[in-house]
């Protein structure tokens, strides 16, 4: 298994607090990526990383921030939780993004409510 | 844009039955094509993939073919077995500058396998 860590891998919170979440990985790969998974939705990609202090947004940013201060790291913060923000949040990360050699590999998970 | 469509579930199936997923895909050029399955209560795995068209993707017993003629990659497997009940996705990752690595998800068909 990749080593890939999620923190907290559950967390219940209140409208209108700010909320951290963390991916961290021991295989020194170059690219992380928050989605989230929701009911009838799949996983959609919310913002990516290509590289300590490097970030682009996803399909489903607004309302989410990231920051990458060292490789291993990757946190996803929501500046001000609402309800539509509750969901089950998956890191992942891969090595390369060529297609020849592409996988990403995903963390466990974290479920948030936001109440 | 690009997207991808498979057929929803759940999937209810015999054990040994034979099992297909149906996932057809839009998109510009020539994406990378993906399985992904979810175990419950875990994160997502690559299950097989293929990067070019007539590609075969083949893992655990499942198939997978990449037909561009008909934008389609669907997951084959002869003979299921009750520990292949999980959450299946079909995905894709584009071949344009920007949308490589990025991958974009179906929905998920459930499938259960009963004894």
């Known amino acids: 298994d990749a080593g890939i860590t999620q923190s907290p891998r559950h967390k219940v919170t209140e409208t209108g607090t700010p909320v951290t979440l963390r991916c961290h990985q021991t295989?020194?790969?170059?690219?992380m990526y928050w989605y989230r998974q929701d009911p009838g939705h799949g996983l959609r990609l919310i913002h990516y990383?290509?590289?300590?202090?490097?970030?682009d947004k996803g399909e489903v940013s607004d309302g989410y921030s990231v920051s990458r201060s060292k490789t291993e790291d990757f946190l996803l913060t929501l500046e001000s939780a609402t309800s539509s923000q509750t969901s089950v949040y998956f890191c992942?990360?891969?090595?390369?993004?060529?297609?020849?050699?592409?996988?990403?590999?995903f963390g466990p998970g974290t479920r948030l409510t936001v109440t | 844009g690009d997207s991808v469509t498979q057929m929803e579930g759940p999937v209810t199936l015999s054990e040994e039955a034979f099992l297909t997923i149906n996932c057809t895909y839009t998109?510009?050029?020539?994406?990378?094509l993906f399985w992904y399955v979810q175990y419950p209560g875990e994160g997502l795995q690559l299950l097989l993939k293929?990067?070019?068209?007539?590609d075969k993707g083949s893992n655990k017993g499942f198939e997978a073919t990449y037909r561009k003629e008909t934008t389609s990659f669907h997951l084959e497997k002869g003979s299921v077995q009750v520990s292949d009940s999980a959450v299946y996705f079909c995905?894709?990752?584009?071949?344009?500058?920007?949308?490589?690595?990025?991958?974009?998800f179906g929905k998920g068909t459930k499938l259960s396998v009963k004894p």
């Open positions: 990383s290509y590289g300590v202090k490097d970030t």
């Open positions: 998109a510009t050029g020539y994406p990378s």
């Open positions: 992942a990360i891969s090595e390369s993004r060529r297609a020849e050699s592409y996988e990403q590999y």
């Open positions: 295989e020194n790969h170059r690219y």
């Open positions: 995905a894709l990752s584009g071949d344009y500058r920007g949308s490589q690595g990025n991958l974009i």
């Open positions: 293929a990067t070019k068209a007539d």
